[in-house]
C-alpha cells in the first residue's frame, strides 16, 4: 500500500462513517468513534515511528487502525449498543464490512489479508500463535494504540462525567462503590480482568487498568506513563478491601518496563 492508496481508504472511512452519522437522530456515538478511530491512526504511528518502522510498514500500521472498529458502526445502528455480548462480535462485523464494501478490494492478496487478520484480532481475549511473525506484529502493534485511546476516552468521562456518555462509557454498569473480588483476584494473578467478571463499574475501571498487562512494546508502556491513564482512573475509585494490593502488582509490573522506556 502506498500514500495514494492510503488517501483513498481515509476517504472511504470518512464517506462511509459520515453516512451513519448524518443520518442519525442521535449522532455523537458514531462520532465518538470516528474521531476514537482517528486517534487511533495517530497512536499506531507515533509507536511505529519509535519502533523505527519503515515508511511502508507506517501506512500499513495506519490502515489497520483506519479499519480496526469499522464494525462498530453497524453494530450501533443495529443493536444500539456497543456491548459485544449483547449484540455481535465489531471486529466479526468489522469484517463483513471491509468484504461488503470492499474497503480493501485495491490490494495485493497478502497484505489485504494481514489487515483482515489484524481488525479480527484486535479486541479478542488473546491472539493466536500460530500466524507468522509480521502478522503478529501487526495484531499487537493495533492491539496496544487502540487501548491507549480507549484510555483517553474513559479517563476523560471518569474525570468529568457526561450525562449523555453514561450508557455508551460505563455501558450501563451500576456505580455502587463495591468491587468483585474475581476482578481483584485477575489483577493479583497479572492478567487482564474478564468480562464475565464485570457486574459494577468499578470491575469495569479494574478491567481497563488491568490492560497493562496485555501491551506488547515498552514504547506502549512509555506512551501509558506518560499520559498517567493509570493513575487517573485509580483516583476515580474507593480504596476497597484488596484492591490496593491488586494495584501493587500493577505498578510493580509497569516499573519492570524502566529501564526498557529510558530514552523512547
Known amino acids: 500500500m502506498n500514500t495514494a492508496q492510503l488517501n483513498g481508504l481515509k476517504k472511504h472511512f470518512n464517506d462511509y462513517s459520515m453516512a ?3 443520518k442519525a437522530d442521535n449522532p455523537d456515538p458514531f462520532i465518538l468513534k470516528k474521531e ?38 453497524v453494530q450501533l445502528e443495529k443493536y444500539n449498543t456497543f ?17 461488503d ?36 506484529f ?3 502493534l493495533i492491539r496496544d494504540a487502540d487501548k491507549l485511546d480507549i484510555w483517553r476516552v474513559v479517563t476523560e468521562h471518569y474525570e468529568r462525567p ?32 474478564k468480562t464475565f467478571m464485570i457486574k459494577r463499574l468499578n470491575d469495569l475501571k479494574l478491567l481497563q487498568i488491568s490492560w497493562v498487562f496485555d501491551l506488547n512494546f515498552p514504547q506502549s508502556v512509555s506512551r501509558l506513563k506518560q499520559k498517567g491513564y493509570i493513575d487517573k482512573i485509580i483516583s ?18 509497569m516499573a519492570g518496563y524502566d529501564d526498557l522506556c529510558t530514552g523512547l
Open 36 to 73: 476514537h478511530t482517528l486517534r487511533v491512526c495517530e497512536e499506531i504511528v507515533i509507536i511505529g515511528r519509535q519502533l523505527l518502522l519503515p515508511e511502508d510498514d507506517l501506512i500499513l500500521a495506519e490502515a489497520i487502525a483506519l479499519l480496526h472498529d469499522i464494525g462498530r458502526f
Open 20 to 22: 451513519f452519522i448524518e
Open 162 to 193: 457526561a450525562s449523555d456518555s453514561e450508557k455508551i462509557i460505563n455501558l450501563g454498569l451500576e456505580d455502587d462503590g463495591k468491587i468483585s473480588h474475581e476482578a481483584v483476584e485477575a489483577v493479583c494473578q497479572e492478567t487482564f480482568v
Open 236 to 253: 476515580t475509585m474507593p480504596m476497597l478491601p484488596g484492591l490496593e494490593k491488586a494495584l501493587v502488582h500493577v505498578r510493580e509490573y
Open 101 to 136: 464494501q470492499g474497503f480493501l478490494d485495491f490490494c495485493e492478496k497478502n497484505e489485504a489479508c494481514l489487515i483482515k487478520e489484524a481488525v479480527r484480532f484486535h479486541n479478542a481475549a488473546d491472539i493466536p500463535s500460530d500466524r507468522d511473525n509480521r502478522t503478529l
Open 83 to 99: 456491548v459485544d455480548q449483547f449484540s455481535e462480535n465489531h471486529a466479526e462485523l468489522g469484517l463483513a464490512v471491509i468484504n
Open 138 to 140: 501487526f495484531m499487537r
